[in-house]
């Protein structure tokens, strides 16, 4: 069958077994579905009289989907200094549905869980591919004659089955170093978690994950922390800070994080934050009163070059000048165009293109098709050094070193804020994709990427990649000799689309998630999706190029 395997990052999708376990026997328990809205809240068993030391870890780990009274029943496996000691919150692994191995020793009271993990989610809500087996040490110990946990490892460890059921996607949002862009970051929370919009607040005052640090800043400072619960009235909250130097700071500079204080609660209901300051009365700001955020929308109309124009297919004002006659004089094979002009590609040379201009040629030994950002800065990879990218503009060049294990590019293409890399690598019959952040000085000019941050390894040999919303992207691959196009969503869940069922040449996305994704297909034919199938724009000469809009 001609397919594309996806990893998962933790959801899959499999309601309505909710009585059953996901692995190993069939256990007593239970499902209480009155909580809120449409939400499951299971009941696990607690210890049984007689249970062995196996019996006791397993039902520990089992325990860890029921998350209410602060895991009440999984610290009935731990004795008493454990069960005050253990920390939930720490992390949470996902796990395959295979059943954890329990090996004892040292007397059997000492003891190892083997888990296969698929992912790792930290104390913020941020989630990591792993894909490793992971040891979990425990120690045992006799309380009144039953064998309980006397140190067990923080967090808690769910199957990907349970993870879906019990935590939910939420969008954090930093900024572009210049503070005019949002740059959205997925982390999970309990669905049924009575402090959801609290975890929020203090996910965000503890700033962005390490991979994407390096390209992002915050409203928030190192010494800010939340004083008490939020208040919420309506669709407004109020929260106070302890917030060190802000007096002299003055009440003005609390506008921009009440704003990305809103931004990031905006999914639980929140449309306005009003920020106050211990100890300081009248030292206050609302997110009303904030400037409007970039959050990178762009004309959701495919820009295509038809014959020697370029234009917008859909209708209505076009939004850039038509630079149709040289793409085509130059023979480019592909477009990416930001508010400065753009870069175009014709399969070994990358030239810049600007309206009213000659081309100005970047590079004759381009590699994968060039990305460029929305200030005009062009990233790009020579065939003949594969280590590193070249950013250029307006004819001054930097050079930026490459990761390890990331320098076999296929495609790249930067996020419309500038701050992420989406690059696949192709080897062999699979596709690794990647994300790195791009930190800049302060006149904007990249300087470096970061860290590599892995998302789910897709079959087959890819060819193209695109940004389909701020926290999505899609993988054009050849599995099979068959198109097969994949989105995937960073730090959340990955999707399969529907094979075009023809050759496709490259792919390009709007904003809007999948409902923006265009396709052009090898005889020049626009695809969309509509449902399940590919289907072709009418009344388009064949195409080609479809433009990626920055």
Same mark, same amino acid.
């Given at each position: 069958m001609k397919r594309m395997l996806i990893a998962l990052l933790a959801v899959l999708g499999l309601a309505g077994c909710v009585a059953i376990p996901d692995a190993g026997p069939v256990t007593q328990g239970q499902v209480d579905t009155s909580e809120q809205r449409s939400d499951?809240?299971?009941?696990?068993?607690?210890?049984?009289?007689?249970?062995?030391?196996?019996?006791?870890?397993?039902?520990f780990l089992t325990a860890s989907i029921s998350p209410p009274d602060d895991f009440a029943i999984a610290r009935e496996y731990l004795a008493p200094d454990a069960a005050d000691a253990w920390d939930p919150e720490a992390r949470v692994l996902v796990r395959t549905g295979?059943?954890?191995?329990?090996?004892?020793?040292?007397?059997?009271?000492?003891?190892?869980?083997?888990?296969?993990?698929?992912? =790792?989610?930290?104390?913020? #809500?941020?989630?990591?591919? $792993? %894909?490793?087996?992971?040891?979990?040490?425990?120690?045992?110990?006799?309380?009144?004659?039953?064998?309980?946990?006397?140190?067990?490892?923080?967090?808690?460890v769910l199957s990907a089955f349970y993870f879906d059921q019990l935590f939910r996607a939420h969008t954090l949002h930093w900024l572009t170093p210049d503070g005019t862009r949002s740059v959205p970051e997925v982390r999970w929370f309990e669905r049924t978690a009575s402090t959801l919009q609290q975890r929020i607040v203090d996910a965000l005052l503890d700033g962005p994950s390490a991979w994407l640090a390096p390209a992002v800043i915050t409203n928030g400072?190192? =010494?800010?922390?939340?004083? #008490?619960?939020?208040?919420? $009235? %309506?669709?407004?909250?109020?929260?106070?800070?302890?917030?060190?130097q802000i007096e002299q700071l003055g009440s003005g500079s609390l506008v921009p994080l009440a704003s990305q204080l809103a931004l990031s609660l905006r999914d639980v209901g929140v449309r306005e934050v009003r920020v106050e300051v211990e100890g300081?009365?009248?030292?206050?700001?609302?997110?009303?009163?904030?400037?409007?955020?970039?959050?990178?929308?762009?004309?959701?109309?495919?820009?295509?070059?038809?014959g020697s124009s370029l234009r917008s297919v859909g209708g209505g004002t076009p939004t850039i000048d038509d630079v149709g006659p040289t793409l085509a004089a130059i023979g480019a094979t592909s477009y990416t165009v930001g508010a400065a002009g753009g870069v175009a590609h014709t399969g070994t040379t990358a030239a810049w293109i600007a309206p009213d201009a000659d081309p100005v040629v970047v590079s004759t030994d381009a590699g994968p098709v060039p990305t460029v950002d929305d200030s005009g800065w062009v990233l790009l990879q020579e065939r003949g050094a594969a280590q590193r990218l070249v950013a250029w503009r307006a004819g001054e060049r930097t050079e930026l070193a490459l990761p390890p294990g990331s320098s076999q590019i296929a495609a790249m293409e930067l996020s419309r804020d500038g701050t992420r890399l989406a690059i696949v690598t192709s080897e062999g019959g699979s596709s690794e994709v990647w994300l790195l952040a791009v930190s800049r000085d302060a006149d904007g000019r990249p300087v470096g990427l970061g860290e590599?941050?892995?998302?789910?390894?897709?079959?087959?040999?890819?060819?193209?990649?695109?940004?389909?919303?701020?926290?999505?992207?899609?993988?054009?691959?050849?599995?099979?000799?068959?198109?097969?196009?994949?989105?995937l969503a960073i730090g959340g869940v990955s999707e399969q689309l529907p094979s075009p069922g023809a050759a496709v040449q490259a792919i390009v996305g709007g904003s809007e998630g999948t409902a923006s994704l265009r396709a052009l297909s090898a005889d020049g034919a626009l695809l969309s999706l509509r449902g399940r199938v590919w289907s072709p724009a009418n009344g388009l000469d064949p195409v080609q190029l479809i433009a990626t809009q920055q």
């Open positions: 499951l809240l299971f009941l696990p068993p607690p210890p049984q009289p007689g249970a062995t030391q196996e019996e006791i870890i397993l039902g295979a059943q954890p191995e329990i090996s004892l020793s040292g007397e059997e009271t000492a003891a190892s869980a083997v888990v296969t993990s698929l992912s =790792e989610l930290d104390a913020g #809500g941020a989630l990591q591919l $792993t %894909g490793d087996d992971r040891m979990l040490e425990f120690a045992l110990e006799r309380v009144d004659g039953e064998w309980r946990i006397a140190q067990a490892p923080d967090g808690i400072a190192p =010494e800010a922390s939340l004083v #008490g619960p939020p208040r919420i $009235t %309506g669709t407004t909250m109020a929260i106070t800070l302890s917030f060190a300081l009365d009248g030292l206050t700001a609302s997110s009303l009163d904030a400037e409007p955020v970039d959050e990178g929308d762009v004309d959701q109309r495919p820009l295509v070059l038809e590599p941050y892995p998302m789910p390894a897709v079959e087959g040999a890819a060819t193209d990649i695109t940004w389909v919303s701020s926290t999505q992207v899609a993988v054009l691959a050849t599995d099979d000799d068959a198109a097969q196009i994949a989105v």
